[in-house]
T-cell receptor
Framework: DAGVTQSPTHLIKTRGQHVTLRCSPISGHKSVSWYQQVLGQGPQFIFQYYEKEERGRGNFPDRFSARQFPNYSSELNVNALLLGDSALYLC?????????????FGPGTRLLVL | GQQLNQSPQSMFIQEGEDVSMNCTSSSIFNTWLWYKQEPGEGPVLLIALYKAGELTSNGRLTAQFGITRKDSFLNISASIPSDVGIYFCAVKGGSEKLVFGKGTKLTVNP
């Protein structure tokens, strides 16, 4: 069975541009979460979506937005890119949104902002 | 905000040695998780702990949920080269999010 898939794998953008990252959850999973991992740090929570509704939001500016589609795939959008947005963006899926649900991570999209 | 203190930051060991790393917090949590991340990959869940005092094993890995619910440790016995990676502790931080430590980078010399 396919795990969580993310696209693209790598991306280079310049300051001020906009980026869209995509995630397909494990088949049957309805919850998708997004994390940002800066080099040398642990992942930081950005958003969680369940059944197309936002269930949680981390401490990120409004330049970051996301949505979930009827097939449970998700997009993360970042506007007005800054150098500090350079990071590995991870998507995780789980079957439901709940305290004891295991989140399975994809390989990530590595974004470099120049 | 919620913060996990993970130590050590890095470890360099010989193959066959045992490894111990830990994670502490100033807050109480009801779930502690340990993940491993290899280069070019996302974190993979190794062990999940749901009860204070719980000791859980997964092969050569053993993790414990501290009785105060403010700490956890992970032990790896008889390390092998494929144990190389970054190990993260994580907790359920509310609003369905995971809060991660900064990681322990493990290097195993054959």
């Amino acid at each position: 069975d396919a795990g969580v898939t993310q696209s693209p794998t790598h991306l280079i953008k310049t300051r001020g541009q906009h980026v869209t990252l995509r995630c397909s959850p494990i088949s049957g999973h309805k919850s998708v979460s997004w994390y940002q991992q800066v080099l040398g740090q642990g992942p930081q929570f950005i958003f969680q979506y369940y059944e197309k509704e936002e269930r949680g939001r981390g401490n990120f500016p409004d330049r970051f937005s996301a949505r979930q589609f009827p097939n449970y795939s998700s997009e993360l959008n970042v506007n007005a890119l800054l150098l500090g947005d350079s990071a590995l963006y991870l998507c995780a899926s789980s079957s439901i949104a709940g305290a004891e649900e295991t989140q399975y991570f994809g390989p990530g999209t590595r974004l470099l902002v120049l | 905000g919620q913060q996990l203190n993970q130590s050590p930051q890095s470890m360099f060991i010989q193959e066959g040695e045992d490894v111990s790393m830990n994670c502490t917090s100033s807050s109480i949590f009801n779930t502690w998780l340990w993940y491993k991340q290899e280069p070019g990959e996302g974190p993979v869940l190794l062990i999940a702990l749901y009860k204070a005092g719980e000791l859980t094993s997964n092969g050569r890995l053993t993790a414990q949920f501290g009785i105060t619910r403010k700490d956890s440790f992970l032990n790896i016995s008889a390390s092998i080269p494929s144990d190389v990676g970054i190990y993260f502790c994580a907790v359920k931080g509310g609003s369905e999010k995971l809060v991660f430590g900064k990681g322990t980078k493990l290097t195993v010399n054959p």
